[in-house]
């Protein structure tokens, strides 16, 4: 048998995601013995470099196989032009959003297995006291691109969660679900997990069925399973 693929596209919020803020441990919980949730996320990137290699990342997998996609993205992409490698101007981002949707769709994920996220809100003050001079990621830029996501998803008839305002929602101490001003705190994971529940619940887990029987319905000295 092949298990089922939950697929997780992002940068440090998902690549990180096993540790400090856990969001994608709450989801593998969720999922357990259902399919395997896959993180491919990578720190640092931009929607330029996450477009580039999109085809070596679906390449490992068949698509029958795959149950759900998530995509996180544009947190690099918004910082400041200093940034150089980093920064992708609007436009060329909602191109590249459009454009790894219609791959994955063309690669063949329905559009209501696929979940686009809006990138998270910066805490500006914190982050430029941990990076100090170099710190070129600012809230105020970001907004822009995480509004472009949503755009993008509505157009493209997929799913998606609007974490920046669900961020904004949780008010004057947003800064407690950023450990650090820019990567999610454990409260920031437990946040985007219980923002992206219900869509998983309803569009992804119910297709999906508990693999092999439970150890209850055994028979002694059973030696195969149908």
């Known amino acids: 048998m092949t298990w089922k693929k939950l697929i997780l596209i992002g940068d440090s919020n998902t690549q990180f995601a096993h540790g400090r803020s856990g969001w994608v441990n709450s989801i ?5 013995r259902r399919c395997d949730v896959i993180n491919r996320g990578f720190s640092g ?4 470099q996450i477009r580039l290699i999109l085809p070596k ?4 997998f068949k698509t029958e196989s795959v149950c759900g996609v998530i995509i996180m ?6 910082t400041d032009q200093q940034a150089q490698i980093q920064h992708v101007n609007l436009e060329k981002f909602s191109d590249n959003i459009s454009f790894i949707i219609d791959y994955i769709i063309n ?10 996220v809006s990138p998270a809100k910066i805490f500006d ?4 006291q941990v990076k100090g001079p170099n710190a070129f990621h600012f809230d ?5 691109y995480a509004h472009e996501v949503i755009k993008i998803a509505k157009n493209k008839s997929v799913m998606y969660f609007d974490f920046r305002q669900a961020m904004e929602d949780y008010g004057s101490e947003y800064h407690d679900l950023l450990h650090d001003g820019l990567h999610l705190s454990k409260e920031g994971g437990n946040l ?12 992804i887990l119910s297709d999906l069925q508990i693999n092999f029987p439970d150890w209850k319905n055994f028979s002694l000295n059973q030696q195969e399973i149908v």
């Open 28 to 32: 593998s919980d969720l999922f357990q």
């Open 73 to 78: 993205l544009g947190s690099n992409d918004s």
């Open 45 to 48: 990137y931009n929607t330029d």
């Open 125 to 128: 003050e914190k982050w430029q």
């Open 57 to 60: 990342i679906f390449s490992e």
């Open 107 to 116: 690669w063949g994920v329905p559009k209501n297995k696929i979940i686009l």
């Open 140 to 144: 105020h830029l970001v907004k822009n």
């Open 192 to 203: 985007l997990f219980k923002g992206l529940l219900p869509i998983l619940e309803k569009n």
